[in-house]
Nanobody, 121 residues
Framework: QVQLVETGGGLVQPGGSLRLSCAAS????????MGWYRQAPGKQRELVAA???????NYADSVKGRFTISRDNAKNTAYLQMNSLKPEDTAVYYC???????????????WGQGTQVTVSS
């Protein structure tokens, strides 16, 4: 069993900041890429940012320069620092982890339950 627990969502005014955390726990043999996706009402889920176990990052164009993804490998935790938030950043944010539960199984995607981020005055 693997769990991804997200924390840190909420309501913030435009221009404000939030920090999301995602802690992975359970039967984890190797934790590969961790990432954050978001889904706004009526829209498809989209990648926001991702980070490999080696620290290589990838960002959606819409958040470059405003969001920063990081991770603590010792804690199996990823973070998303979101600055200069805009109303269009409003969405449910989901944590994703690509991991192996044993050395004999391929990597599989796991998802958190989602956390709401609302940017509004």
């Amino acid at each position: 069993q693997v769990q991804l627990v997200e924390t840190g969502g909420g309501l913030v005014q435009p221009g404000g900041s939030l920090r999301l955390s995602c802690a992975a726990s359970g039967s984890i043999f190797r934790l590969n890429t961790m990432g954050w996706y978001r889904q706004a009402p009526g829209k498809q889920r989209e990648l926001v940012a991702a980070i490999t176990s080696g620290g290589t990052t990838n960002y959606a164009d819409s958040v470059k320069g405003r969001f920063t993804i990081s991770r603590d490998n010792a804690k199996n935790t990823a973070y998303l620092q979101m600055n200069s938030l805009k109303p269009e950043d409003t969405a449910v944010y989901y944590c994703n982890a690509v991991l192996q539960t044993t050395p004999f199984r391929p990597s599989t995607d796991y998802w958190g339950q989602g956390t709401q981020v609302t940017v509004s005055s």
